[in-house]
């Protein structure tokens, strides 16, 4: 079944990207196939197992079911300083 959802990128995935935000339709199933879909399409160099997922802004696992309607941030790993 297909899901609506908000894509919102932050730091060098916004780079890569270059867009802040999109919305996508998609049939995906987990959210590991997604960030997958997306480093396909945007060049993304790192792998799921380096950056968390945020939905509704609350921490998800890569592997959970994606959610319809709902607001997808992936995050990079942040150094500081």
Known sequence: M???IKLRYFAF????AKVAEENLVTD???YQELYELL???YG???SPSQVKVAVNDNFADMD???LDRST???IPP???G
């Open 2 to 4: 297909a899901k609506s």
């Open 13 to 16: 995935l916004q780079e890569q």
């Open 28 to 30: 995906l199933d987990t």
């Open 39 to 41: 480093s396909r399409r």
């Open 44 to 46: 993304f160099n790192l």
């Open 64 to 66: 959970e079911v994606i």
């Open 72 to 74: 997808v941030v992936f």
């Open 78 to 80: 942040v150094a500081g």
